[in-house]
């Protein structure tokens, strides 16, 4: 998916946020002028924020609530991490980026749990909105359970596809397991993809892999 992005961008390149008053802030990837960053909301320990890493992104900005999440986040990136409650978070002294990602609380759509309409972390995405709102990023994603496509017979993600779709965004949700694109295990997310849609691009999720890797073979060359 980073790669998919990352030939996206390359292909669409725009050197100023449009609306705006962002300027692309300066790391990452470097394509001559132009260097592709990401901004991370409910970020954790950055799993997600390590992928885009991986593929040559740099994570210039972090937040999660939880202090030991962020503590780890800043032992292998080099993001400035910032611990707290991010509906405190005076939005202007967050960076422009290329990307905004995260993860936003799924305890109130998980089927794990008791899937309440009302749980008040379900309304926590709208900050995402706001940001994206705010600093007109060229792309987002948002990860979250797969109970979210469920959760008020749809009503749920069909909002959140709106909010973001008022702001100036095409919006893709994708249902993946992690087991098609090379993880040895059968772990289900939906993963929301924007585009702004001035770019005139559109945004085709990858093909899932023909071969399985299982945890035999990953694990085959470890030392007993």
């Not at 962002?22 to 991370?40: N, W």
């Not at 924020?49 to 962020?70: H, L, R, S, V």
């Not at 992690?178 to 040895?184: F, I, K, L, M, T």
Request: aromatic share 10%; hydrophobic share 40%; with cysteine.
């Amino acid at each position: 998916m980073c790669i998919a992005i990352f030939d996206l961008l390359n292909f669409k390149l725009v050197h100023i946020n449009k609306n705006t008053s962002c300027l692309y802030s300066q790391g990452g990837i470097d394509m001559g002028e132009r260097k592709y960053t990401l901004v991370s909301l409910f970020s954790g320990a950055g799993g997600l924020d390590m992928g885009f890493e991986n593929k040559g992104f740099q994570t210039i900005w972090a937040n999660d609530i939880d202090e030991d999440a962020c503590d780890t986040h800043r032992k292998w990136s080099k993001a400035k991490v910032v611990h707290g409650d991010i509906g405190k978070i005076d939005f202007s002294e967050i960076p422009c980026s290329d990307i905004i990602a995260g993860g936003f609380p799924c305890q109130g759509f998980s089927l794990a749990g008791p899937r309440k309409l009302d749980d008040s972390r379900n309304i926590l995405y709208r900050y995402f909105v706001k940001l994206v709102e705010l600093k007109k990023p060229k792309m987002f994603v948002a990860e979250n359970v797969k109970g979210i496509l469920t959760l008020g017979n749809g009503k749920i993600i069909d909002a959140i596809i709106t909010d973001f779709a008022d702001k100036g965004y095409d919006v893709v949700p994708t249902l993946v397991n992690a087991a098609d694109y090379g993880v040895p295990q059968d772990r289900y997310r939906v993963i929301i993809v924007g585009v702004r849609k001035d770019l005139g691009v559109s945004f085709i999720f990858p093909k899932p892999k023909e071969e399985k890797v299982f945890l035999k073979d990953v694990l085959k060359n470890l030392p007993q």
